[in-house]
């Protein structure tokens, strides 16, 4: 059997780690918010929040290209700034892939958050901890099963996406030819041989991170607060 090209998996690979860590950075306050508020326009930032859930790829990906083009404003500014582009190339595959993972990081942090209630911050306050403090020695610990989902889910998704990295990326070897897109390659010129390596390979992958997640799920039961 033909071993694929491997620049694609490891293309793959730092593209979901950066998107992950990223979003670990972007969505963990968002999360939060979400999960202690009590403004009307919540419902609004958790409908946006999840429409990379029921929107299809291509959709997004569509109005991404359309909206990271360098004739719009966000595209212009971007090669004005920087000399490059958002489309078709690395950087912007990752802020494609920061939109498209979102909910994947916020949903399981805000169901954590939740599930803890206020009492942990409460109960840091009457010590007299700053509330940046109290969340980074509290309720980060308490919520270490939730921030463990996320990452598992968001890294995964990542690494599985399509759809919006062939609409914003396309397919250039070594900036945007993640495996996804070397697969369908595979396919298109009736290398099935190879398409199966990285499918089977992807198949096993997807499987082995769904177990993990709910292995620890039962292994690790969450500490669970008063939300009174």
Same mark, same amino acid.
């Given at each position: 059997?033909?071993? *694929? ?65 360098? /004739? ?25 892939? %920061? ?9 399981? =942090? ?21 509330? +940046? ?13 939730? +921030? ?6 968001? @890294? ?5 996406? @399509? ?7 396309? /397919?250039? *070897? ?22 199966? %390596? ?8 997807? +499987?082995?991170? =769904? ?5 620890? /799920? ?11």
């Amino acid at each position: 059997m033909t071993i *694929p090209d491997l620049g694609p998996l490891w293309l793959t690979l730092h593209l979901a780690t950066l998107t992950t860590f990223i979003l670990l950075i972007v969505g963990t306050p968002i999360a939060w918010w979400l999960s202690v508020t009590r403004w009307r326009i919540k419902a609004v930032v958790e409908a946006v929040t999840a429409l990379p859930l029921v929107l299809p790829p291509t959709v997004l990906g569509f109005y991404m290209l359309v909206f990271f083009s360098p /004739n719009s404003t966000i595209g212009g500014l971007w090669v004005d700034m920087t000399g490059t582009q958002l489309t078709f190339s690395f950087v912007g595959l990752v802020v494609a892939s %920061v939109i498209y993972s979102l909910p994947f990081t916020v949903q399981p =942090l805000q169901a954590t958050f939740e599930t803890l209630g206020r009492a942990p911050m409460e109960a840091a306050a009457t010590l007299r901890a700053a509330p +940046f403090d109290a969340f980074l020695t509290v309720i980060v610990p308490l919520a270490a099963r939730g +921030f463990l989902t996320a990452v598992v889910l968001t @890294f995964a998704h990542t690494i599985g996406e @399509f759809g919006v990295v062939l609409m914003v990326g396309g /397919n250039i *070897p070594g900036e945007t030819k993640v495996i996804s897109i070397a697969i369908y390659e595979h396919v298109e010129t009736i290398r099935y041989a190879e398409a199966h %390596v990285l499918a089977a390979g992807l198949l096993a992958f997807s +499987f082995m991170v =769904l177990l993990f997640v709910y292995v620890m /799920n039962r292994r690790f039961p969450l500490h669970v607060g008063s939300g009174a």
